[in-house]
């Protein structure tokens, strides 16, 4: 056999010894990583490099075994670190009205003050829906009335602080969906018992801006 085509042989045969050799001494392990590793612990390594198992990807790579993919990974994240995305978001605030009155309370004023605080500070494209309530005491259809008023005196508070009146929905909702039912009680009691009902439901639609790096595939 001629030197040239001996040293072929011995060289494509030494990496097949290397495996051989190390599972000789203890089976060789398919590592959770990606790379073959020994009961040592280590990283089983041939003339090529590391052996990877058939699960190794390119997120599995070591600066030891494969630079050149970790520089890829790094670069990778980087480029999605500045993608920004969309995310709808609510706020709900409750502005409690005073007894067979559509004015609002300071109580209310306050809490709107709040919103539209946090309007001017962390959202944009603001749409309002105002929905307002009455308790169950009188007719419907003044109830009805009395609600569409409490709707439409929280829409002037907040125009009046700087929203535009183009963003806001008022629908009046009568005595419906009551947070309290009060049975069994009567006069200045009920009244009180009541007050929770005597309301406007604010639901504010927005977006927010957040970023976000996807994983990297």
């Not at 050149?68 to 670069?75: G, I, L, N, S």
């Not at 602080?161 to 969906?177: C, N, W, Y």
């Not at 947070?179 to 009541?194: K, N, P």
Request: glycine content about 8%; aromatic content about 6%; proline content about 4%.
């Amino acid at each position: 056999m001629s030197d040239h085509l001996y040293k072929k042989i011995i060289g494509f045969a030494l990496p097949l010894a290397v495996v051989a050799g190390f599972g000789a001494v203890s089976a060789v392990a398919l590592a959770e990583t990606g790379y073959v590793d020994s009961s040592a612990g280590s990283v089983v390594r041939t003339a090529s490099g590391c052996l990877h198992t058939p699960r190794w990807k390119p997120e599995f790579a070591t600066e030891e075994c494969d630079p050149q993919f970790v520089a890829k990974v790094e670069e990778e994240v980087v480029a999605v670190a500045a993608v920004t995305v969309e995310r709808p978001i609510t706020l709900a605030a409750d502005a409690h009205f005073g007894f067979n009155k559509a004015e609002l309370t300071d109580e209310g004023k306050a809490k709107l003050d709040e919103v539209v605080s946090t309007l001017g500070r962390n959202l944009k494209d603001q749409k309002i829906e105002v929905l307002g309530y009455a308790d169950r005491l009188g007719a419907a259809e003044y109830n009805l009335g009395l609600s569409e008023r409490r709707a439409e005196a929280v829409k002037d508070y907040l125009t009046s602080r700087g929203v535009p009146e183009s963003s806001i929905v008022t629908t009046g909702k009568g005595s419906a969906d009551p947070i309290v039912g009060c049975e069994g009680m009567r006069g200045a009691a009920l009244i009180d018992c009541l007050a929770p009902n005597r309301r406007t439901e604010i639901d504010f639609s927005a977006v927010e801006i957040i970023e976000e790096t996807p994983a990297v595939k």
